[in-house]
């Protein structure tokens, strides 16, 4: 399972004209400089689709087995007949 949320739009720049034109952008983050040619631009995420599943907790199986056991417990082990009348 992936979180698409979390992942980051960078993008690398070694042009000084190209890093004015990416620094002046509305979705700029961060700018880290890795030397004097080479610097990364973190850009926030404009639109995020979401196209794989995310984990949401406990599956179906767990938890019809949860609930099969917790009344399990609560029953008798004997049931005894229910007679609705005649």
């Known amino acids: 399972m992936e979180n698409v949320r979390l992942h980051k739009n960078i993008e690398l720049v070694h042009n000084q004209a190209r890093l004015r034109r990416v620094a002046a952008k509305p979705t700029y ?28 907790g406990m599956s179906i199986l767990g938890i019809f087995s949860f609930h099969f056991f ?3 417990l609560h029953l008798p082990s004997h049931p005894t007949p229910v007679h609705t009348g005649d």
């Open 70 to 72: 917790l009344f399990a």
């Open 29 to 56: 983050k961060t700018s880290t400089i890795f030397n004097k040619d080479l610097v990364a631009v973190e850009l926030y995420k404009t639109k995020v689709s979401l196209l794989k599943p995310i984990y949401c």
